[in-house]
Antibody
Framework: EVQLVQSGAEVKKPGESLKISCKGS????????IGWVRQMPGKGLEWMGI????????TYSPSFQGQVTISADKSISTAYLQWSSLKASDTAMYYC??????????????WGQGTLVTVSS | DIQMTQSPSSLSASVGDRVTITCRAS??????LAWFQQKPGKAPKSLIY???SLQSGVPSRFSGSGSGTDFTLTISSLQPEDFATYYC?????????FGQGTKLEIK
């Protein structure tokens, strides 16, 4: 059974750094793109970017390029999303998700439970 | 970016009703269209991919159709557990984009 288990909720102050995680199991982690989706409070879904854990090839949405960093540690089947300097506008739920084969990493068939990030002074 | 427009934005219906949600792309996306269901406080769940292929484990009352720019999600007979928000997503072009969502509520 495919499972994606994300790290717990975070409360941070503006300017702080943060790295959240997503551990995959039940499938060959290095063979599928894995990515992140943002959902701001009461809003819709936004595709942020993806990584191919086999070689760490990464693609970002233009909206998120330079704002976040996606990485992966294939030795522990875990993907990461990190910020170097958080803003209040980063407050959102963040979902990791596994991409379906043959979709270039653009369609996610399995999703994690979400990590709520709250940024407030 | 390709814009995905869903209609209606919200919908009230009763158990047993047949419901259709529409998604329109701002340019042709072949059949690279997915539908997701999201319940309050939960992660999105994939229902349909390639416009009309049912994800494993999804009940057969859900169906999808369309190609090019116009797509539909149909629920043939609403069940209590179907009341949720539904999103379409195109994955034909970079970056992938989602519709704004359709909230399906109990009448």
């Amino acid at each position: 059974e495919v499972q994606l288990v994300q790290s717990g909720a975070e409360v941070k102050k503006p300017g702080e750094s943060l790295k959240i995680s997503c551990k995959g199991s039940g499938y060959t982690f290095t063979s599928y793109w894995i990515g992140w989706v943002r959902q701001m409070p009461g809003k819709g879904l936004e595709w942020m970017g993806i990584i191919y854990p086999h070689d760490s090839d990464t693609t970002y949405s233009p909206s998120f390029q330079g704002q976040v960093t996606i990485s992966a540690d294939k030795s522990i089947s875990t993907a990461y999303l990190q910020w170097s300097s958080l803003k209040a506008s980063d407050t959102a739920m963040y979902y990791c998700a596994k991409a379906a084969p043959g979709t270039g990493g653009f369609f996610f068939d399995y999703w994690g439970q979400g990590t709520l990030v709250t940024v407030s002074s | 970016d390709i814009q995905m427009t869903q209609s209606p934005s919200s919908l009230s219906a009763s158990v047993g009703d047949r419901v259709t949600i529409t998604c329109r792309a701002s340019q042709g996306i072949s059949n690279s269209l997915a539908w997701f269901q999201q319940k309050p406080g939960k992660a999105p769940k994939s229902l349909i991919y390639a416009a009309s292929s049912l994800q494993s484990g999804v009940p057969s009352r859900f169906s999808g159709s369309g190609s090019g720019t116009d797509f539909t999600l149909t629920i043939s007979s609403l069940q209590p557990e179907d009341f949720a928000t539904y999103y379409c997503q195109q994955y034909n072009d970079y970056p992938p984009t989602f519709g704004q969502g359709t909230k399906l509520e109990i009448k």
